[in-house]
Structures are given as C-alpha cells and as structure tokens.
C-alpha cells in the first residue's frame, strides 16, 4: 500500500485548507485510517480517525468542531477538511492506514498565520 497526500499549504488564521491521501495498492485488510501531526521538536500528535466503514469517526479535543474526517472508497481516498485554522495548528500532517500495517504517507506542511 502506498499513500500519497495532497492538499495543505498556507493559509491566514480562521481560513480553510482539505488535506487528501490517495492509497494505491490492496488496502483489504484497513480497518482503520487516521490523521496525525507533528511540529519540530515535538511528537506525533494524533488528530483524527474514522473506521473502514466510515460511520464511526474521532477527533482530537484541540480540532474538534473545526476538522472533519471523510473517505471516499470508490477513489481510496481519505480527506480532512480543516476550518476556522489557527496558528497552532501548523505542523506537518501525516496520514496513516492501520491494518495488519501500518502504512504512512509523506506528510504535507499546513502553515497557518496569525
């Protein structure tokens, strides 16, 4: 499985930015997909899950209300549209599919100025 993310990039506070991770290859055995993030210096930060069927999702106190997790299986692809951003939610956002792997995408930076 390979992922690769698009999406991301700068934005001003209270702006909107939609993260995307295409999988290519046999995500069968998936049962779970996630967002986390990371700022220099600090660790891995989770941000949000939603399962395979995408009726059951999560989210991090810190984005919740703010950031939606969403799949579309037909394309593979998980999303995360973020609003109303705020400065500290720069980092490098990473996504993740959970399964007998683990299996991570390249990350993508999301600069948010104040």
């Known amino acids: 499985v390979q992922l690769v993310q698009s999406g991301g990039g700068s934005v001003q506070a209270g702006g909107s930015l939609r993260l995307a991770c295409a999988a290519s290859g046999s995500i069968f055995s998936i049962n779970t997909m996630k967002w986390y993030r990371q700022v220099p210096g600090k660790g891995l930060e989770w941000v949000s899950s939603i399962n395979t069927g995408g009726d059951n999702s999560d989210y991090a106190d810190s984005v919740k209300g703010r950031f939606t997790i969403s799949r579309d299986n037909a394309k593979n692809t998980l999303y995360l549209q973020m609003n109303s951003l705020k400065p500290e939610d720069t980092a490098v956002y990473l996504c993740?599919?959970?399964?007998?792997?683990?299996?991570w995408g390249q990350g993508t930076q999301v600069t948010v100025s104040s």
């Open positions: 993740n599919f959970h399964g007998r792997s683990d299996y």
